[in-house]
C-alpha cells in the first residue's frame, strides 16, 4: 500500500496505485500477447492456481536467502510465468531480455549445481549480499547482455522501472529519506505495470522488435529502427507501402524477416503457425544455425 504522506512521484503523469489483481492481469494480458507470436509457444506460459503457486513462500525465499515483504510474496505466488529457463534455454519477452520465473527458489538441488545455469544466476542476485533493492520491490526480468534487462515492480504502487548496469540516466529526483529514491539508480522511465508493458506490446507490433523461433533456443531481433527526423534527415525508409510507423529505417539485416512477417499477414491477420515454419526454415538456412541451437 502507497504511503499517502509521500509527495506526488515526480516521475509520474498522474498517481500509480498498487493493486495484485492488476499486476497479475497485465502480465498475463502480456504473456497472452507473446503467445501469438512465433517464439513464444502458449503451452509454456503458467497461471497460478487460486491459492497460489505452493513452492513459493516466504520459508523457500529464506532458504535462499532471499527476503521479501508479505505483499511482495504474495504477489510472486500469484504470478504467471514462462517456462524455459533451464541451463541455455530461454523464453525471451525483450531483445536480450527473459521473465524471471520464481518458482525455481522450490527446485530441489539447484543451489548444487555448478556453475549455476546462466538463466538462474538472477536467483543468487536476489539474495541478502547481493539485492541492493528494497525488500518491497521484485524482479521480473532477467538479462543475457551486459546492460541487463532487470525490470523491477514496485509493490507500494504498482510501478516498474528498468535498472540498467551501465549508467543512470536520471538526476536523483527523490528528497533522501524516500522510499522510492532507488529508482534513482535506475535508467528508464517508471510506469504504471500494463503501460510499460503496453509499450513493449507496441515494440512487436510496429516491428521494432522481431521473434524468431527455433527448436531449441529463440531470440529477438530488433527490426525497425525510430528515430528523430532533426537528427536523421538524409536516411531512407524502405518506402514499399503506406508507412505506419515513425521515421527510421529497417535494421539490415532484419529485412528477411521484416518480409516473413508481412507475408503472413502481421499484424492484422497474422497466421501464426505458418509464420512460424516460415522463420524456421529461413532459419535452418542460416549459416550459424547448428552453433545457435546446440544448447543443452
Known sequence: MADLNLMPDVRLRKPAYYSRQEIVSALSDFYKFLATLPHIDPSAIDYAPPSGWPEITSESLTKRDIHKS??????????????????ERFNWTAPECFACDWRLVGRSGLQELRPLPPATSWLGHNSRGKWQWPEWVVQLTAGRDREEWVILL???????????????????????????????????????????????????????????????????????????????????????DDDPWPKGKWADDTMDLVRIYKEHGWPHDFRRDECRRALLEWKRAQPDYVRNIDYD
Open 70 to 87: 508479505d505483499e511482495a510474496v504474495e504477489l510472486l505466488r500469484h504470478l504467471p510465468y514462462i517456462r524455459g529457463e533451464v541451463g
Open 154 to 240: 514496485d509493490t507500494t504502487d504498482g510501478t516498474a522501472t528498468r535498472y540498467y548496469s551501465m549508467y543512470y540516466a536520471y538526476e536523483p529526483t527523490y528528497p533522501e529519506g524516500d522510499p522510492r529514491s532507488w529508482r534513482d539508480r535506475c535508467c528508464d522511465e517508471t510506469l504504471p505495470i500494463r503501460e510499460f508493458l503496453n509499450r513493449w506490446r507496441q515494440k512487436y507490433i510496429d516491428m521494432e522488435w522481431l521473434g524468431i523461433p527455433n527448436e531449441k533456443l529463440s531470440a529477438i531481433r530488433t527490426g525497425w529502427m525510430p528515430f528523430d527526423e532533426k537528427d536523421d534527415e538524409g536516411e531512407d525508409t524502405d518506402g514499399e
